[in-house]
Nanobody, 126 residues
């Protein structure tokens, strides 16, 4: 059973930065494609970023491209989301998720991901 635990959320002013972490346990982290999603109040859970297991290929939602960076540390079973130039519209609960399909492709669809963390709140004030 894979467990994912996010941390690093908080309250930040617009233009500021945060780094989210997601620690994985209970499986072979290096074989998982890892994604970040976010959910604002009253809205759907949306794709933010993904990093593949094999070549560490990354892909971002248009709304965060150029501001957010996803990375992974397989030695420490952790995936990160560096968030810069934060905007009030980035306010949401951020979730990490693991895709165990061992595919050479990535997905932006929630249905592809097998395990989810509990989420961490990010609030950006204007």
């Amino acid at each position: 059973q894979v467990q994912l635990v996010e941390s690093g959320g908080g309250l930040v002013q617009a233009g500021g930065s945060l780094r989210l972490s997601c620690a994985a346990s209970g499986g072979t982290f290096s074989r998982y494609t890892m994604g970040w999603f976010r959910q604002a109040p009253g809205k759907e859970r949306d794709f933010v970023a993904v990093i593949t297991w094999r070549f560490a290929t990354t892909h971002y939602a248009d709304s965060v491209t150029g501001r957010f960076t996803i990375s992974r540390d397989n030695a420490n079973n952790t995936v990160y989301l560096q968030m810069n130039s934060l905007k009030p519209e980035d306010t949401a609960v951020y979730y990490c998720a693991a895709d165990m399909a061992y595919s050479n492709t990535y997905s932006v669809s929630k249905s592809r991901y097998n395990y989810w963390g509990q989420g961490t709140q990010v609030t950006v004030s204007s």
